[in-house]
Structure formats: C-alpha cells, structure tokens
C-alpha cells in the first residue's frame, strides 16, 4: 500500500496542494537513496527514521 492509499494528496501536499510538500519529500528519498549508495547505516537509520515519524503525523 502506498502512501497514496494511506491519506489524502492535500494533507501531505499541504492546503493548495503546493510543492512544498512534495519538495520536502522528494528530499527525504534522495536522503535515504544516498545514504544507501554511500553504505552509511547510521545516515539510512536517521533518515528512515525522520520519515516515518512525518508519515506518523500525517496520520493522526
């Protein structure tokens, strides 16, 4: 299931839909994928973590 299914576009886009959110999110893959690419677990750990706990708020 995707985050798609989970909530709605403008609560994780923010009201209007802007790209704020989008931008934000966008950054936070590139963080992971570059923690990966670079084999820092401890960066891959500290960025998963800062993502979930924002999908965790999105969903309250």
Do not use: C, V
């Not at 909530?7 to 966008?26: F, L, V, W």
């Not at 936070?28 to 994928?33: A, R």
Request: proline share 0%.
């Amino acid at each position: 299931m995707t985050l798609n299914n989970l909530i709605s576009k403008s609560i994780y886009y923010g009201e209007g839909n802007t790209s704020y959110g989008r931008i934000a999110a966008q950054q936070e893959h590139e963080q992971i994928l570059l923690s990966l690419k670079n084999r820092d677990m401890d960066a891959y750990k500290m960025a998963i973590h800062l993502h979930l706990e924002l999908i965790r708020q999105l969903l309250q």
